[in-house]
């Protein structure tokens, strides 16, 4: 089974609009965290947010936002008033076990953001 | 603004070279990863080290790829000998957790064509 899923393979947001980006997630490992990075067509991959398993509120980096419902297992970024430097891939990730000086990350497909005039 | 840094940032090599990408993690991060990308695999783990000792290279082919960590500040991947196959960018993360809060920063990566 996946680990992490995003079923959206490509999306389109209108500049100023919010879009909402997919991520579910399957462990039976009562610690774990969420992030999401960005990578653009340049190929870098830009940290965006993260979201520990114990964590009692939703994480929020300036624009974005990560929708944390834990008993649907679900991490999905929250992009309000998106520009046109947003568009990119968004990859959807997950920590498994004890975070103590970080462990690997299982990376989702990817989504595809395209933000038009 | 503290980065990962890595060289070289392209490399163009021949089947049956080896290649040595390099890795500088950030101050003060514990964890460094090496992780590969293509676009039939997407992103998967290659190696990681935590405090310098080499946790799990379990995504590694044994027979030509090797990780280390010399020290601290160096991080390196090596490829003997390269195939076609293994044309990836490479990136390398450092990771560091403070109180509740995980991240881990990535490398711009290192472009690899084996011809």
């Known amino acids: 089974a996946q680990k992490i899923t995003q079923t959206q393979p490509g999306m389109f947001v209108q500049e100023k609009e919010a879009v909402t980006l997919d991520c579910t997630y399957d462990?039976?490992?009562?610690?774990?965290?969420l992030f999401w990075y960005k990578q653009p067509s340049s190929g870098e991959m830009i940290f965006l947010i993260y979201q520990g398993s114990y964590d009692q509120q939703n994480a929020t980096e300036g624009r974005y936002s990560l929708n944390f419902q834990k008993a649907r297992k679900s991490a999905n970024l929250v992009i309000s008033a998106s520009q046109l430097g947003d568009s990119a891939m968004y990859f959807c990730?997950?920590?498994?076990?004890w975070g103590g000086g970080g462990n690997k990350l299982t990376f989702g497909t990817g989504t595809q953001l395209k933000v038009e005039l | 603004d503290a980065r990962v840094t890595q060289t070289p940032r392209h490399k163009v090599t021949e089947m049956g070279q080896e290649v040595t990408m390099r890795c500088q993690p950030i101050?003060?991060?514990?964890?460094v990863f090496w992780y590969r990308q293509t676009m039939m695999q997407g992103l998967e783990l290659l190696a990681y080290?935590?405090?310098?000792?080499?946790?799990?290279d379990s995504g590694m082919p044994k027979d030509r790829f090797s990780a280390e960590m010399p020290d601290a500040t160096l991080a390196t991947l090596k490829i003997q000998p390269s195939e076609p196959r293994d044309s990836a960018v490479y990136f390398c993360?450092?990771?560091?957790?403070?109180?509740?809060?995980?991240?881990?920063?990535f490398g711009p990566g290192t472009r690899l064509l084996v011809l």
């Open positions: 080290f935590r405090n310098r000792a080499p946790l799990d």
């Open positions: 101050l003060g991060h514990n964890t």
């Open positions: 990730a997950m920590r498994e076990g």
């Open positions: 993360a450092s990771g560091l957790v403070q109180n509740t809060q995980e991240t881990q920063y």
């Open positions: 462990t039976s490992d009562p610690s774990y965290g």
